[in-house]
């Protein structure tokens, strides 16, 4: 075969199914980086076999943490910047990019609050989160469960009007325009007093029919969740669903009392939780969601590299994970680019990624018949993409394709 003159794709076939991968494992080690060996051959892999990073591009996909601050990107920084008449710690974008080097947590969001600091009127918070619409729904992103954080504005003198009005005509629009489904959370800043959490719990009141639940985030070592316990008490007697970062560079402590004290349906991160073997028992057998973030956890050295995440050894204890962003702007990927790195790095399998797509939408706070519509979707396409392409494969075949 390999001394013809043509290899055609059609020797990646239904028939062939079996083979596909040993003939790309081949052809990948035998011809790694010959861009000739490939024209000569006119070998097109994403015409004979589904590569995995197009699926992953094509996967409807619901994203639950996603920080609505953490994606501003320095572009529209220095946008809002020159807008409001704001002065900017960074003279260029290219130097803000620069600043995007953190040791842990807590040299993130220091300038992550720096940068809050353009984000002034209604418009701002429209632009900022429209901006966030637009780039994800080009990623086949069907469903946002957005965090967004008062106190980091209130604080500043931004009135909580003003804010959640920019945000929630931005989600009205992503509805009309994209058909996007979403839901706010509205988060409390861990590191600051119960006091101020209630505060900021009364300010939302108002706004009930807009914010489906609230969470809790922030510095987490040194601030566990019992301090919010009253808090998060009140909040269940108003209505909200609540959730809470857990696990990330905290103890499985956290993990429990964000379970037991908080009466959370979400653990945020709780990458720590393997550390505890009954704590994992208990979060398999509840089914409690868990809203993993790769790239976020790699840039912040919760894990060094993305082949040290525990994600995949999440996923093998049955534990329901689902991928997210986090803070998109800062931790350098989206839903496709977390995804992505995550398959390549602990080399999920076409299986892990499907599985990983409906946690996504399973966890979320869509009713029934909407999670069931989004589950189906990502069957049909599996289905179509086999139905065409006649086998799924993991791995690319380096070099470029015509």
């Not at 494992?25 to 197009?54: A, Q, T, W, Y």
């Not at 496709?336 to 990624?353: M, P, R």
């Amino acid at each position: 075969m390999l001394k013809s003159k043509k290899l055609h794709t059609s020797v990646i076939s239904q028939s062939v199914r079996g083979q596909a991968f040993h003939i790309i494992k081949f052809l990948d080690s035998r011809f790694r980086g010959n861009d000739k060996f490939l024209r000569v051959c006119h070998f097109k892999p994403n015409k004979g076999v589904i590569m995995i990073e197009e699926f992953i591009k094509a996967l409807p996909k619901a994203e639950l943490h996603l920080h609505i601050e953490g994606s501003l990107e320095p572009e529209l920084m220095f946008e809002l910047a020159e807008r409001n008449n704001v002065e900017l710690p960074f003279a260029t974008v290219e130097e803000v990019r620069e600043a995007y080097e953190f040791s842990d947590l807590q040299s993130f969001l220091d300038i992550y609050y720096a940068g809050a600091g353009v984000l002034l009127h209604v418009s701002d918070f429209f632009d900022l989160t429209l901006a966030y619409i637009e780039r994800v729904q080009k990623q086949n992103v069907r469903h946002v469960e957005i965090f967004f954080d008062p106190q980091t504005h209130t604080d500043r003198g931004v009135p909580f009007q003003t804010l959640i009005t920019g945000i929630h005509k931005a989600l009205v629009e992503a509805k009309e325009k994209y058909g996007m489904t979403s839901r706010l959370i509205m988060c409390f800043l861990r590191h600051l007093s119960e006091e101020a959490a209630m505060s900021t719990l009364e300010d939302a009141l108002p706004f009930r029919g807009w914010i489906t639940g609230v969470g809790l985030d922030s510095s987490e070592v040194g601030f566990p969740p019992e301090k919010f316990e009253r808090v998060f008490a009140k909040a269940t007697a108003a209505g909200f669903r609540k959730v809470a970062h857990a696990g990330e560079e905290g103890p499985p402590e956290y993990i429990w009392q964000a379970l037991d004290l908080l009466g959370v349906s979400r653990i945020d991160h709780g990458v720590r939780c393997l550390e505890d073997p009954k704590l994992v028992q208990r979060l398999v057998k509840e089914k409690m969601p868990l809203t993993v973030c790769p790239l976020s956890n790699t840039k912040l050295r919760v894990f060094d590299k993305m082949e040290d995440h525990n994600l995949k050894k999440m996923l093998d204890a049955g534990l329901c994970v689902t991928i997210n962003s986090d803070d998109p702007a800062y931790f350098g990927g989206y839903m496709n680019e977390n995804f992505i790195a995550a398959q390549k790095g602990l080399n999920l399998s076409h299986e892990d990624v499907i599985e990983i797509a409906k946690n996504g939408f399973r966890a979320s706070y869509l009713a029934e018949d909407e999670i069931d519509a989004h589950l189906q979707s990502i069957d049909d396409l599996l289905g179509q993409q086999r139905a065409s392409s006649g086998t799924l494969v993991n791995q690319q075949i380096p070099g470029k394709n015509e």
